[in-house]
């Protein structure tokens, strides 16, 4: 697992609107998940294909080994995984496009900061960049499912792009001109384009220039803010002090206020049976519920956290009003080695051990010859699903959906 630079350009959301993050985090230890290993190994088999010019498929069946290490170099925990066709197919469209673009391409690339923070000893490292005479292509992968990136104004690539910019692509080429691709196969929705200037990213330098000289100072405050505390090690921390939630009463309070309510209001609600009366909705103004609507996954991680305070607070035997701690349900139960469940099974089951499901569309058009899938692709054997509404951000690219009364002035009447 690679080094992380105390402005590491992943967390600028958090530190360029708290200055106090660097402080808060300092010394948390980050425990890497199944899924950053796996990111990690993502990553290794695209600079292996970039660096030696080869395809995502010749790899197949590799096993890769990511340890975790503490500060010492000591290995804490060794995550394996097998390369599949699967993650090749997903890999290979990414390869593909960067390798399009004319011009001198660097693979991952470890980049100085120091101008484009003015401070000292900040690094970063980027993906794929190709420096091409017209233009400045910076790539970032995106291994996730979970949650979708977008490349609109991504502080984390704006700052590799000047890194890349101040390090290397200055000295080789007068192209002004950036174009960020963020390629993040397993997510729908996630990844994406967008392009920008070089006077663009040189403006946010100077925001960089005012925000990172702040975190310097050893008594630096904290200021909440959606994207900033999202991923904040600080919040995920166990309560820091009677009455918070979270590990950051910043955070509590901003999330509180988020929804119209202070800690102090809660204590002074009159309950109606067992419910505090919230607002209803039309009783909300529409920049209110806006407002919480764009906060909702912040107000949910807070009241995840509220509600394994509640639990602890349970099994501390601290007063839970209404509640108690039982044992839930258990989990589902899974075979502690498949290879002997399946040795066990083929004697008493047969082929009866299995379960044979139909394959979903996607999976059965994946799985068809390419010049044989249209025979399933232009049938009448499935329909499309419809899309469910969704709100984004107003400068995404996509059209708005026309409104009940747009859709209304399209209707045409018959004139008696
Ligand atoms: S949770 Fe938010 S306010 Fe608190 S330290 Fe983290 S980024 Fe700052």
Redesign the pocket.
């Known amino acids: 697992m690679s080094a992380h630079a105390r402005l590491g350009p992943s967390s600028a959301e ?2 360029m ?2 200055p ?2 660097p ?3 300092e010394g948390l230890h980050d425990p890497t998940s199944e899924y950053a290993a796996e990111g990690t190994a993502a990553h290794a088999i695209a600079d292996d294909c970039l660096a030696m010019g080869i395809e995502a498929a010749d790899l197949i069946g590799s096993h890769l080994t990511i340890n975790e290490k503490d500060e010492d170099g000591n290995v804490t925990q060794t995550f394996t995984f097998e390369w599949t066709e699967e993650d090749a197919e997903q890999l290979q469209y990414g390869l593909d496009e960067i390798r399009a673009f004319e011009g001198e391409f660097f693979g991952e690339h470890r980049v100085d900061l120091s101008e484009v923070y003015g401070v000292e000893g900040q690094f970063g490292t980027l993906d794929r960049g190709v420096v091409g005479k017209d233009l400045i292509v910076v790539g970032d992968l995106k291994w996730g499912r979970g949650i979708p990136v977008s490349p609109v104004e991504n502080k984390q690539l704006m700052i590799y792009a000047l890194g890349f910019w101040h390090n290397i692509a200055r000295h080789r080429t007068k192209a002004t001109d950036f174009l960020f691709i963020i390629d993040q196969p397993r997510c729908p929705g996630g990844g994406g384009h967008w392009r920008c200037t070089l006077d663009e990213l040189l403006a946010f330098q100077e925001e960089l220039r005012i925000a990172a000289p702040k975190t310097l100072d050893p008594d630096a405050p ?4 959606e994207k ?2 999202f991923w ?4 995920q921390q166990p309560p820091s002090e009677p009455g918070a939630v ?6 509590d309070e ?1 999330v509180l206020d988020a929804v119209g309510t202070k800690f102090d209001d809660l204590d002074d609600a009159e309950f109606i049976g067992d419910t505090i009366p919230l607002a209803q909705y039309d009783q909300l103004s529409a920049k209110r519920r806006t407002y919480i609507v764009k906060h909702k996954k912040v107000i949910e991680k807070w009241l995840e956290s509220l509600h394994a305070a509640v639990i602890q607070d349970g099994l501390n035997g601290e007063e839970i009003p209404g509640l108690k701690v039982v044992d839930g349900r258990k989990g589902r139960r899974t075979w502690v080695d498949e290879k002997k469940a399946d040795a066990f099974l083929a004697q008493r089951l047969g082929e009866d051990r299995f379960t044979i499901k139909l394959k979903s569309v996607a999976q059965a058009v994946k799985s068809m010859k390419p010049d044989e899938r249209h025979m399933l692709t232009d049938s009448e054997l499935f329909v499309e699903g419809v899309p469910k509404p969704v709100l984004v951000d107003e400068r995404d690219a996509r059209p708005a959906k026309a409104t009940v009364d747009e859709k209304f002035d399209d209707v045409e009447f018959d004139t008696l």
């Open positions: 958090a530190w609107t708290c106090g993050y402080n808060a985090v904290r200021v909440a803010s900033g505390c904040c090690r600080r919040r979270s590990g950051c009463k910043v955070y901003y």
